[in-house]
């Protein structure tokens, strides 16, 4: 749905996107990732055809956003929720959604129920008619992600769409999130809000200027931790270690009263471990898979990257 | 070109307009002015009973003649909310991200500015005839308008200085990205205009036929001109990057 290749930009001498490659599938969440200052705006902005790319090309459902022909086509199949929700403070909740679905050319039957599915289901329907600029910041974000999808696009570009939210309203956006990718959209999240990019992406883009990564969140965290299984015991005994030293299970740490095991092909290596420590006489209470959060996993990556 | 997403887009901008303060005011000082403070001035002179008619007369063009230049200075605080508003507001990256053209934004950008405007001084046009005609009617024994010079400047004039003007704060909007700074060099921009009433004031172009048209071609001339750069230099990317 989203390819793009060798895509840079330069601003004046600054390199803010440089020479990027990656693929997005239709109904896929991507979450791209990275530093202040990595680009992930700059890139949004020239996927959804607000900046020219200084080299480099991307396909958007097959159209070209280098070619000015094929940009009001990806201008229409595309919602964005940009960075600023760039709301109309002068205007109702159910004006700024109008103008919206006008400028997008809908029908007046087709905008007046699109615009009264959405407010109802982001719970601000009893607030139509107040001017944006009473509305929290929550209530803007909501109402942007409504202008979003006003007019049924196919792929969606949130820029933070959960920055400034409290933890319930968060919450609230990123089921709706989930909503969305049941329909089969096609969502790119710039975020640096890695409880979410974990619920809900597929895939995952880190950027900094370059694009360092892009991978399924669990290839990603074994690239970076291996494989591990961790076994809880009553007690770490001689006869176990001896045993399990006698089967060379090379990559064993212990830790206590646990003994973590990195691992190549789990389903082989598990029951053979916890066959062996059994046998030895040791009494095993818990048996875990080591899976570390996105964050931290990211966190471990950059500093290996520096 | 779609005209009805321009359309969209200028009458957002109307309700806009409706909601400020600062815009309103700034409207409504014209028709206070140029309607009803000029036929109060009238009004004065004629309470003089040595006042001969030909003064009279001679006075009330002079106030006719500043419709030449006065409507260009409504346009830019209108088209500086319109389109730096939109930048200040960061209300422009939805609105580039659909699916209109440059064309049509800058078309329905003109719209905005220009129709207020050319209400706003036809009203105070209109108050001003009425107003001036009551006043003068006991001396001149007719009413002094509608008349063939008032009826140049409104309908052949007024809507070309409007549109230069409109065009002028379109092309300065675009470029620069604070209100205040936009609107007064909008206003800067309308001095030439001066030189033209000072020029018609003072008799050194008599109002005839040849001169109007001569005029009228110059200001055609001006604001085509003026459109193809104002084209050439609104581009969305430019807009957009220009002020973060
Ligand atoms: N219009 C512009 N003109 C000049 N430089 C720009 C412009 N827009 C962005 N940049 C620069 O490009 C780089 C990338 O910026 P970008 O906004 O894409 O980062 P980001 O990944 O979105 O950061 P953040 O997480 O803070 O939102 C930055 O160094 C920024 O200063
Ligand atoms: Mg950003």
Redesign the interface.
Known sequence: MIEVENLSKKFDNMTAVDNISFNIEEGEVFGFVGPNGAGKTTTIRMLTCLISSTSGTAKIAGYDINKKSDTLKIRKMIGLIPDNVGLYNELSAYKNLDFCGKLYGMENSKREENIKYFLKMLGIWDKKDIIVGKFSKGMKQKLAIARALIHDPEILFLDEPTANLDPSSSKTVRNFLIDLKQENKTIFINTHNFAEVQQICDKIGIMNTKLLRVSTQKDFKESIWGIKTIVQLDKVTDSVLNALNNVSFKNMSVSGDKLIFDLNDPQKENPAIINTIVNAGGRILYVTKLDPSLEDTYLKFLREEN | M?I??SW??AI?DF??FK??KEILMSLFIFPLIMGIVFPLIILGIIEDPNLKVHELITAINTFSLLYIMLPGFIPPSLASYSIVGEKT?????????????DDELLFGKIIASFLPSIFISYLSALLFMLLINIFTYDKLHYFFFPNWNMGVILLLIIPFVILLSVEVNVLISSKISDLRTASQLGALSMTPFLGLYFAFQTYLIGLNLFNLLVLILFLVFLVVTLFILTKSVFN??KI??KWD
């Open positions: 779609n009805r997403k969209v887009i957002k309700e806009i909601k400020k507001e960061k209300t422009l990256e939805p609105l580039l991200a659909s699916p209109i053209t969305r990317e957009l990057t």
